[in-house]
Nanobody
Framework: QVQLVESGGDSVQSGGSLTLSCVAS????????IGWFRQAPGKEREAVAC????????FYSDSVKGRFTISRDKTSTTVYLQMNNLKPEDTAVYFC????????????WGQGTQVTVSS
């Protein structure tokens, strides 16, 4: 059974840092791209970062580039999102998701973890 479980969300002040974790089970993490997304109240879900299967290449949205880092620890089947210099506009529920390349879709999602950044 495929599962993705996020953790690490918290309330921090502007300029602070957090590290989110996404623990994967039920599939081989090495074989799939994993993405981090976020959704703020009243806004559409936004892709934040992704790590691919090809040499763990990473991609970031312009809004977080230079501040967030996505990484993969294959031994612990965990994908991390290190978030530095947090801003109030980073406040959202953060989700991780698994990418199914054959269908071109994100087929499994975690339940989300809340990040709140106060000014």
């Amino acid at each position: 059974q495929v599962q993705l479980v996020e953790s690490g969300g918290d309330s921090v002040q502007s300029g602070g840092s957090l590290t989110l974790s996404c623990v994967a089970s039920g599939f081989t993490l090495d074989y799939y791209a994993i993405g981090w997304f976020r959704q703020a109240p009243g806004k559409e879900r936004e892709a934040v970062a992704c790590i691919s299967t090809e040499n763990d290449s990473t991609f970031y949205s312009d809004s977080v580039k230079g501040r967030f880092t996505i990484s993969r620890d294959k031994t612990s089947t965990t994908v991390y999102l290190q978030m530095n210099n947090l801003k109030p506009e980073d406040t959202a529920v953060y989700f991780c998701a698994k990418y199914l390349a054959s269908w071109g879709t994100w087929d499994y999602w975690g339940q989300g973890t809340q990040v709140t950044v106060s000014s």
